[in-house]
């Protein structure tokens, strides 16, 4: 059976696998259950762009939006939050965002914008650049040439760590903007069996990888992680290290806090 | 593959650019610009004219220069009042976005009368 439902979402039972390039380790979930599952499709509306915004332009200069919820022609936004206004959540500025005792609960959303042709890209945490060329010679993402999506971006959301979006219109048109998620909110355990993490993360095991947009170690990142699971992810090493790797991922899963050791 | 397919109005008389408009954007432009890497595809032209004149799909490879050059890619000629025109393109009329500063635009001439036009487009980066 696919791992994967219609949504591109994990079924449950299934496994998920988070790396993070900037430090080659990994952290893999079950996803025990989700819990808006037959509700995966929120329609979140415009972009929230005001016309009391300033947004810079691909052209040096700037422009506010000519009414709400628009992304004005060759103009792109600053970090993004999606709120919503309903003063139960924990964080009405941020949809996503959730404390680190929520570490049984995982975020997987896939960001849809319309028109596909906006470019889309994320800061881990909010306000931090992740892609770089040349090591980090050089920024790039939404405001540059390269090292952007258009239309969509998948990511996860884990405790404790606030992810900013940016969207850029390198067309002349300033555009309607709307935005579907496409999420899942997985209620989530962390193997602890060393040889079943390590056929994973080798590949003898399937399980759906998403590679974090996580190229600088930020400290909030790190934090974020030790906070939520009480380490840094398992390190993925070769098959021809796999004593090494049990080894090594035995001594890691005893940090796992109770709540999602699997 | 990205792919938004829309389609833009416009009215006019005289000679010139028409002012496009469309429920993807706010106001009106007299071109559109294709981003880098993209294709803008027209799949279909509707015009409508009330006196002779021509309509016309053009491109520029820079629409940011002082005085684009603008090229013809499609026409409709009208010879008289109520001729009406619909072209449903098999294979699409594509303009690629070679440097980011490309555009289109919808060009209006000799025209006598008045003109509307609807052309359903896409702007992608599939082939």
Known sequence: MNLL?????????????????????????????????????????????????TLSTYDGGSVNPSVDGTLPARAYTESIKFSYENTSLYDTSDIWHVPEDYRDRLFHVITHVTPEFLRVGVEVPSGVTQTYFQRTKMAIGVTGDWGFS???????????????????N????????????????????????????????????????????????????????????????????????????????????????????? | MTSELFTVYGSGSGTGAMDLQSDIFHGTVNSIRIP???????????????????????????????????????????????????????????????????AVRAYVSSGSGSYSIELDVEITDGD
Do not use: C
Not at chain 1, 20 to 38: D, E, H, Y
């Open chain 1, 5 to 53: 439902d219609k949504y591109g979402l994990v079924r449950e039972g299934g496994l998920l696998t988070m790396y993070l390039p900037a430090t080659s380790r990994a952290f893999v979930f079950r996803v025990k259950a989700r819990a808006n599952k037959g509700g995966e499709v929120l329609n979140y509306g415009p972009l929230p762009t005001a016309t009391s915004d």
């Open chain 1, 150 to 168: 258009r239309g969509k971006f998948e990511m996860l959301h884990i405790p404790k760590l606030g992810v900013g979006y940016r969207f850029g």
């Open chain 1, 170 to 262: 390198d067309t002349n048109l300033e555009v309607y903007t709307h935005v579907t998620f496409h999420y899942a909110e997985y209620i989530v355990e962390v193997p602890t069996d060393p040889q079943a993490i390590f056929d994973v993360l080798t590949g003898g095991i399937p399980s759906h990888w998403v590679a974090m947009p996580v190229t600088f170690y930020d400290a909030t990142i790190k934090s974020a992680l030790i906070s939520t699971y009480g380490f840094e992810g398992f390190p993925v090493m070769p098959k021809w290290s796999k004593d090494q790797a049990i080894e090594v991922y035995n001594a890691l899963v005893s940090a796992i806090p109770m709540e999602v050791r699997g």
């Open chain 2, 36 to 102: 880098k890497g993209m294709k803008l595809k027209v799949w279909a032209r509707r015009a409508i004219a009330d006196g002779a004149g021509t309509i016309e799909i053009q491109f520029t490879h820079d629409v940011t220069a002082g005085t684009p050059t603008w090229v013809t890619i499609s026409k409709v000629v009208f010879t008289a009042a109520g001729e009406q025109d619909l072209t449903l393109y098999k294979r699409p009329i594509k303009v690629m976005g070679y440097s980011g500063k490309e």
